[in-house]
């Protein structure tokens, strides 16, 4: 009976995260044109930001937690004491409750099935245990992974994040941790349906639940970090729209970035989807003073990475030997055709399976027939897609090893991901389909 | 044309869509319609009764199974009876993912061991049957902690091929890697229903083997006359070399004898 008490527990210090450091019912947000979601969804990427931050410092989680929880205990006092009652507004409770109701369900299934995938055995947990076990950054390298698991260097941001929310759950168990996973992918739909046209809640909800219903696996919450990447991509692709569609979007640009740093910090792939948002955000209308100062934080954000890496004699190759220009010049052409020929089966087939995938390019097939002028305001998705399709390509085609198990070991957990940033296209489309002047 | 496109996205958001006009009841009942299809999809209520009825270690020994085939059950089991002073070493089926995420202790990663868990343990000499995969060629996959194959034993009815000399060879693969062994094994038949033939083959030693081949290069007659072929292995592991700490079925934990 007290997982009920713990599950309780924990959603509220989740929802926590989304409450501070901004006033999600502040009136100087609204002449921004915010909702208080996007506010929530602001606070809970700059909390995570904060959080990773702190996950490169030499502190261990049990130094921190107690201090962490006070200060947003205090912080939330200070900030909501004179409006606590509008955490009873109807339209907010209706919206929260859903997203219990809903995260209660799937946390069940996720403590009941309780199994790891390889990667997640060979990898993930063994990095999510030092966290756990009071390790800190820089002892990642400390200890020979080859023996027991993968000694393959990948970043830590999401093992961290695992680790610290078992530590803060009542029972200290794994699966609190990874309850987060759930959260963050709960909420980070909840967000996008608020970009509807639909103005009813109850509507709103229900394409919550189908977007749910469609998109969830416990596969994908067995520890893997593929998880995180969909949510992190749910949430930017509304900051990209609001940047290509709207005249202030001087917050989605700062969320974008926060997300952008979160992504890099997450899987290795993540250096990548980030330099796509870049390339999505350089052919938006925004100014180019702005395009510039974001691709300069980008670079800045990937140095700082970098410098991280090599401060603690971290490999900056996830896996070495994967890719090498020996190789890869070396290449004939027999063995590049097989590969498109293997890369083009298996991305077919995995999209195929793929329910969402589906739905979003039928969708974004749909808008490009629907939008006629105004198709430059939604060119963002094309650009992801084209540019996601040219690296599956390039990451399949070129490794030193066979890319027939390499593709249908990874490449499914790639489109699950990816995936995340195209759903908006649906709601776009339904956007314009409901809109009846169009 | 920013103009025009704020006015259109204004549009959007004002306009009053023929779905925002359904019922209030109508939306309620599609939302509880939908919540009761993801309630039944994710199978709630079963996991929701079993969650709170049985505890973690219960619900892991359901998806892995207490001492086969991965013996994650057993090692929490060991671990929350023993409360190792160490990591010790695993043995396992290394076919499935390393379990050592399963006790790993990072505090205690720089405290040697001698102590040695063994999951899915065959014993110190196991036999593994072949199945037939071609004219002349037998064929087992998936071997593991093998320190030598000691003998191979041919099943059938070879009463008219007694004397009669035939050679095969063994190839194994582990891992892309194929070492070619052909022609190494002569023997003579005699018209027993069970020819064993002691041999010595230790190139195979801490390979885990994805298949091991068997193949005839000569006297086909035999070859059609086999119903069965068994290849006997030495473990690398002996037991009885070690303490024995606790045992379920074919899982231990051991300790070496000083």
């Known amino acids: ?438 | 044309m920013n103009h025009n496109k704020h006015e259109y996205i204004e549009k959007i958001k004002t306009n009053e869509s023929i779905v925002n006009n359904l019922g209030d009841k109508f939306q309620i009942f599609i939302l509880l319609f939908l919540l009761v299809i993801f309630i039944h999809s994710t199978n709630f209520f079963q996991n929701f009764a079993k969650v709170l009825k049985s505890n973690d270690a219960k619900r892991i020994e359901v998806v892995y199974g207490f001492c086969s085939p991965k013996g994650v059950g057993y090692i929490n089991y060991l671990k929350k009876k023993y409360r190792f002073q160490s990591n010790p070493n695993l043995l396992h089926n290394p076919f499935y993912p390393r379990l050592n995420w399963t006790f790993f202790d990072f505090n205690k990663r720089n405290i040697s061991t001698n102590e040695l868990i063994l999951v899915g343990y065959q014993g110190h000499e196991f036999k593994k049957t072949f199945a037939q995969s071609g004219n002349n060629q037998f064929k087992v996959k998936k071997i593991y902690n093998v320190k030598k194959i000691i003998g191979v034993e041919f099943l059938g009815e070879f009463t008219n091929l007694e004397n009669n000399k035939v050679s095969f060879g063994l190839k194994f693969s582990n891992k892309g890697k194929t070492i070619d062994k052909r022609g190494t094994f002569d023997v003579t038949i005699s018209d027993k229903a069970i020819n064993y033939f002691s041999v010595d083959f230790d190139d195979i030693q801490n390979e885990d083997i994805n298949y091991l081949q068997l193949n005839f290069l000569s006297n086909q007659k035999f070859v059609d006359k086999i119903n069965n072929v068994n290849v006997y292995f030495e473990n690398k592991i002996d037991v009885s070399n070690y303490q024995i700490i606790d045992n379920f079925e074919n899982c231990y934990y051991l300790k070496k004898n000083v």
């Not at chain 1, 969804?41 to 990773?52: A, V």
């Not at chain 1, 219903?213 to 067995?222: A, H």
């Open chain 1, 1 to 438: 009976m007290f997982e009920l008490v713990n599950i309780l527990f924990i959603f509220v210090t989740f929802l926590f995260l989304t409450c501070v450091p901004f006033n999600i019912f502040a009136d100087n947000f609204n002449t921004l044109q915010s909702n208080f979601f996007k506010i929530k969804s602001l606070n809970l990427i700059i909390n995570l930001n904060f959080l990773l931050l702190i996950s490169l410092l030499p502190i261990t989680i049990s130094q921190i937690k107690s201090y962490i929880l006070i200060f947003y205990f205090v912080f939330f006092i200070l900030i909501y004491w004179k409006k606590i009652f509008n955490f009873l507004n109807r339209d907010y409770l209706f919206k929260i409750i859903t997203l219990f109701v809903i995260f209660f369900i799937l946390a069940f299934n996720i403590m009941y099935n309780l199994e790891f995938k390889w990667h997640t055995q060979i990898y993930d947990y063994l990095r999510y245990l030092v966290f756990f076990q009071d390790g800190v950054y820089s002892e990642l390298n400390s200890y020979n992974w080859g023996k027991i698991g993968s000694a393959h260097f990948h970043p830590h941001f999401g093992q961290y994040l695992w680790a610290f929310f078992s530590r803060i759950s009542l029972l200290n168990n794994e699966i609190y941790g990874r309850l987060f996973h759930l959260f963050l992918y709960c909420f980070s739909l909840l967000f996008l349906v608020q970009q509807s046209v639909l103005t009813k809640t109850t509507i709103r909800l229900i394409f919550f639940i189908a977007l749910v219903l469609l998109t969830y696996d416990y596969d994908f919450f067995s520890g893997t970090q593929e998880i995180l990447i969909f949510s992190f991509l749910v949430l930017v692709s509304v900051n990209i729209f609001n940047i290509y569609n709207k005249q202030k979007y001087l917050l989605d640009l700062c969320s974008c970035l926060l997300i952008l740093n979160l992504l890099i910090w997450t899987k290795s792939e993540g250096f990548i989807y980030g330099f796509i948002l870049i390339l999505a955000i350089f052919f938006s209308p925004i100014l180019k003073k702005d395009k510039f100062i974001v691709l300069s934080i980008y670079l800045a954000l990937n140095l700082f990475k970098y410098i991280i890496f090599e401060l603690n004699e971290f490999s900056s190759v996830a896996r070495p030997g994967l890719y090498t220009i020996d190789y890869i010049l070396n290449m004939d052409l027999g063995l590049i055709l097989l590969r498109i020929k293997q890369i083009i089966f298996w991305l077919i087939y995995y999209l195929s399976v793929n329910e969402i995938w589906i739905i979003c390019l039928i969708s974004m097939m749909l808008l490009i027939f629907k939008l006629k002028n105004s198709f430059l305001n939604y060119k963002f998705l094309y650009i992801f897609l084209f540019v996601n399709i040219l690296f599956i390509f390039a990451s399949y085609m070129f490794p030193t090893i066979d890319t027939g198990n390499y593709i249908r070991a990874t490449l499914n957990r790639e489109i699950f991901s990816t995936s995340g940033f195209f759903i908006i296209a649906i709601i776009i489309y339904t956007n314009l389909l409901l809109d009846k002047e169009y």
